[in-house]
């Protein structure tokens, strides 16, 4: 049986750094998680002489065996996400200053310039239960806002430390 607290090497994703045993971290789902771990490395489709690109993976273990449902994304789509993850918490916590409805006429959360164009991020209007769904994010963007915002003081730091 393999060691599901360690990020496996063998497989298509190449780690160069990880977080092994993941699971006590894991948010709200600490102890209870299929997530095992989080690498960073060389992506699984790169090849190492000619097309080369970094990206991140997490690691999930079914108990029985590492899970097709693992994810891995090319770095700058982690700080896309992290992005989008700052700027919706912002919205959230402003939300109060109008409805629903008038959110859902201009649905707009922020508009991030990016490689001379833009990132925009906007509420899923085409969601047919979008009004309900807003709702249950925004209480769950709460419940979780502990180690949400643990780790965003973290990620505040480590981009000070780098000059940002």
């Given at each position: 049986?393999?060691?599901?607290?360690k990020?496996?090497?063998?497989?298509?994703?190449?780690?160069?750094?990880?977080?092994?045993?993941?699971?006590?971290?894991?948010?709200?789902?600490?102890?209870?998680?299929?997530?095992?771990?989080l690498?960073?490395g060389?992506?699984?489709?790169?090849?190492?002489?000619?097309?080369?690109?970094?990206?991140?993976?997490?690691?999930?273990?079914?108990?029985?065996?590492?899970?097709?449902?693992?994810e891995?994304?090319p770095?700058?789509?982690?700080l896309?996400?992290?992005?989008?993850?700052?700027?919706s918490?912002?919205?959230?916590?402003?939300?109060?200053?109008?409805?629903?409805?008038?959110?859902?006429?201009?649905?707009?959360?922020?508009?991030?310039?990016?490689?001379?164009?833009?990132?925009?991020?906007h509420?899923?209007?085409e969601n047919?239960?979008?009004?309900?769904?807003?709702?249950?994010?925004d209480?769950?963007?709460?419940?979780?806002?502990e180690?949400?915002?643990?780790?965003l003081?973290?990620?505040?730091?480590?981009?000070?430390?780098?000059?940002?």
């Amino acid at each position: 049986m393999e060691d599901s607290s360690k990020v496996p090497h063998t497989l298509k994703h190449k780690p160069v750094v990880v977080v092994d045993d993941y699971t006590s971290i894991d948010g709200r789902h600490a102890q209870n998680t299929d997530a095992k771990g989080l690498s960073i490395g060389l992506a699984q489709w790169s090849d190492r002489r000619n097309y080369r690109e970094l990206s991140a993976k997490v690691w999930r273990y079914t108990g029985e065996k590492w899970s097709r449902q693992s994810e891995e994304l090319p770095l700058h789509r982690v700080l896309d996400l992290a992005i989008m993850i700052c700027k919706s918490k912002k919205f959230f916590v402003e939300r109060y200053r109008a409805s629903t409805e008038e959110h859902l006429k201009t649905p707009r959360v922020a508009q991030i310039a990016l490689q001379g164009h833009a990132m925009n991020i906007h509420l899923a209007t085409e969601n047919p239960r979008i009004a309900e769904d807003i709702e249950i994010f925004d209480e769950q963007l709460r419940k979780d806002d502990e180690f949400l915002s643990e780790r965003l003081r973290r990620l505040a730091e480590a981009l000070q430390e780098l000059g940002y």
